[in-house]
T-cell receptor
Framework: GAGVSQSPSNKVTEKGKDVELRCDPISGHTALYWYRQSLGQGLEFLIYFQGNSAPDKSGLPSDRFSAERTGGSVSTLTIQRTQQEDSAVYLC????????????FGQGTRLTVV | DAKTTQPPSMDCAEGRAANLPCNHSTISGNEYVYWYRQIHSQGPQYIIHGLKNNETNEMASLIITEDRKSSTLILPHATLRDTAVYYCIVRVWGLTGGGNKLTFGTGTQLKVEL
């Protein structure tokens, strides 16, 4: 597709379960970002991938959160042992040159932990 | 990045100009003003940015005061589809200095009505 694609669009999970969120960036974009947005809040940076460089994981809130980017394209954000405070919209973005203000965002995955 | 202040909400009649203000009194000389918007259930969308000159594109115009301490985003003929939260941020251009962390505040909820 032409834009950043995220799946699923909505996910409801029980507390304690693991979830995987997927992001398909725009083809050719070297940089990929994960953010989350809690209800009524601004964006919270989670993790950043740029080419073959080691990812910037400085925004991950706990060791329950991890992310991979395979083959420099698709990325998966994994949350283990989900908690209710993990409920949020998880947004993925990609940019052609690693400049965040040139990034295009996906529509997000709304995660609800019950 | 410099802090910005925006009104929490504004209303605008369809077809009229929507003027969205933003105060950024602590902006530094190398920081740009960026505007994004987020339509409900979608990811953030870049609108426009500028340094000190007024800018115009197909979506909007950006007016920056001479002292650069405030700016106004203008949607010249607002439509119902422009109903969204509008975010004003200031940051240096590019990767250095601001890194990959795009920080939004709570923005202005613009409601366009018939």
């Amino acid at each position: 597709g032409a834009g950043v694609s995220q799946s699923p669009s909505n996910k409801v999970t029980e507390k304690g379960k693991d979830v995987e969120l997927r992001c398909d960036p725009i083809s050719g974009h070297t940089a990929l970002y994960w953010y989350r947005q809690s209800l009524g809040q601004g964006l919270e940076f989670l993790i950043y991938f740029q080419g073959n460089s080691a990812p910037d994981k400085s925004g991950l809130p706990s060791d329950r959160f991890s992310a991979e980017r395979t083959g420099g394209s698709v990325s998966t954000l994994t949350i283990q042992r989900t908690q209710q405070e993990d409920s949020a919209v998880y947004l993925c973005a990609s940019s052609p040159r690693g400049i965040i203000t040139e990034a295009f965002f996906g529509q997000g995955t709304r995660l609800t932990v019950v | 990045d410099a802090k910005t202040t925006q009104p929490p909400s504004m209303d605008c009649a369809e077809g009229r100009a929507a003027n969205l203000p933003c105060n950024h009194s602590t902006i530094s000389g190398n920081e740009y003003v960026y505007w994004y918007r987020q339509i409900h259930s979608q990811g953030p969308q870049y609108i426009i940015h500028g340094l000190k000159n007024n800018e115009t594109n197909e979506m909007a115009s950006l007016i920056i005061t001479e002292d650069r301490k405030s700016s106004t985003l203008i949607l010249p003929h607002a439509t119902l589809r422009d109903t969204a939260v509008y975010y004003c941020i200031v940051r240096v251009w590019g990767l250095t200095g601001g890194g990959n962390k795009l920080t939004f505040g709570t923005g202005t909820q613009l409601k366009v009505e018939l």
